[in-house]
Every structure is written in C-alpha cells, then in structure tokens.
Nanobody
C-alpha cells in the first residue's frame, strides 16, 4: 500500500527556514493536487498550501509571502519551503495528495513536527 513519506521537520529558530519534502513510497498516478496541511496543538487542521495538477497554487493567508509550495512531477514529490518562521507556525505538518480519475482519493502523510522556538 502506498504511503506518503515526509521529511524535513524539526526544531527551528524564529526567523529561520525549513524545507519539507513528501513523496509516495511507491508509484502513484493521476495526481490531481498535492499540498500541505498543519495542525497546531488545540487547533483544527488547516490548509497551508496546495498546488494543483495545472500548477495553480493556493496559500493560507497566514503564510503568504513566507512559504512556497513546489513540486517535482517526475518524482511525484511536493515541497514546502518555509521562510521567516514564526512561533505560530509550530504545528504538525501533513502531506496531502489527491488522485482522481472518475472519483478521487486522498492520501495523507503521518505528519512531521515543525517546532519554531528559541
């Protein structure tokens, strides 16, 4: 069964940068969208950034100008470059991939913790 493998989480100082990566453990087809969600302690999971198959991107207002999502279609890999990190960015970050033919299916990573603290 295909799993999403995330990497790049860890402790980072405020104002620092971090890059998250996510790739399927096996082949995955018909990717419709790839993205990142996050969930901070005591809060609901929220969309951070998403990139569609057409390359269209959307970002949460709180990360616009600081985060950038990108993808490598050949590797089915999605990245999240996080700059100017704030303590408010501390959360568990989850990779997300949606595939679709006639129907769609969502895949989720296990999550990687990004802790922004001095």
């Amino acid at each position: 069964q295909v799993q999403l493998v995330e990497s790049g989480g860890g402790l980072v100082q405020p104002g620092g940068s971090r890059r998250l990566s996510c790739a399927p453990s096996g082949s995955i087809f018909n990717i419709n969208a790839m993205g990142w969600y996050r969930q901070a302690p005591g809060k609901e999971r929220e969309l951070v950034a998403i990139i569609s198959s057409s390359g269209n991107t959307n970002y949460a207002d709180s990360v616009k100008g600081r985060f950038a999502i990108s993808r490598d279609n050949a590797k089915s890999t999605v990245y999240l470059q996080m700059n100017s990190l704030k303590s408010e960015d501390t959360a568990e970050y989850y990779c997300y991939i949606r595939t679709r033919t006639i129907n769609y299916r969502d895949y989720w990573g296990k999550g990687t913790l990004v802790a922004v603290s001095s």
